[in-house]
């Protein structure tokens, strides 16, 4: 089970935000990261906990391993602000593999 | 460009039968696993199933697993959802998505935009 915190975050534009991730039991670095806008397809951000995905701008970084992770978002834009995700892709069978979301709104 | 584009969401009545569909471009489908992926309006994601490549093998969510059937059809670079028994729990955006491999335990690389069902009387 993946739990991400906090459930709402309000940052500042041009401010970081850094978004938590936790599983309950170790999945190495087998983590990824999504943004979610509505009406929008979901966005590959980050896979193996620190790889940015095709065409991600820098700000967005991914760090961790094992069971804590985090997403920072450098220099907020306002294209930003959204439910960010996390996944896991190590334990079998997939269900409960996305954290329950944390969005990211404008302070 | 890799593109997925779902349809046939719509509002049903409870204990109703619908199936979904999406169209794959822009890779060769059959070298990868697809996924069905929901999202219950103001709720997080969840996974609902996958099928293997060549559609030998399916997996199911405990939510899901007995009502709706996945497939697909390489030639028409299509996925298939068809679900059965629907409650208004099933009133959510269904996404299809692929995964970064033919691997049963990966990452999304890509998503579609989603399509609508409304479960409701």
């Known amino acids: 089970v993946l739990t991400q915190s906090p459930a709402t975050l309000s940052v500042s534009p041009g401010d970081r935000a850094t978004l938590s991730c936790r599983a309950s039991q170790s999945v190495t670095t087998n983590l990824a990261w999504y943004q979610h806008k509505p009406g929008q397809a979901p966005r590959l951000l980050i896979h193996g906990a620190s790889t940015r995905a095709t065409g991600v701008p820098a700000r967005f970084s991914g760090s961790g391993s094992g069971t804590e992770f985090t997403l920072t978002i450098t220099s907020l834009q306002s294209e930003d602000f959204a439910v960010y995700y996390c996944?896991?892709?190590?334990?079998?069978?997939?269900?409960?593999?996305f954290g329950q979301g944390t969005k990211l709104e404008i302070k | 460009e890799v593109q997925l584009v779902e349809s046939g969401g719509a509002v049903i009545q409870p204990g109703g039968s619908l199936r979904l569909s999406c169209v794959a471009s822009?890779?060769?489908?059959?070298?990868?696993?697809m996924h069905w992926v929901r999202q219950v309006p103001g709720k997080g994601l969840e996974w609902l199933s996958l099928i293997s490549w060549d559609g030998a093998n399916s997996y199911y969510a405990d939510s899901v697993q007995g009502r709706f059937i996945i497939s697909r059809d390489n030639r028409k670079n299509s996925l298939y959802l068809e679900m059965d028994s629907l409650g208004p729990d099933d009133t959510a955006f269904y996404f299809c998505?692929?995964?970064?491999?033919?691997?049963?335990?990966?990452?999304?690389?890509?998503w579609g935009m989603g399509t609508l069902v409304t479960v409701s009387s």
């Open positions: 822009g890779f060769r489908f059959d070298d990868y696993a």
């Open positions: 996944q896991q892709y190590t334990n079998w069978p997939p269900k409960n593999t």
């Open positions: 998505a692929k995964g970064h491999t033919s691997g049963y335990l990966e990452y999304f690389d890509y």
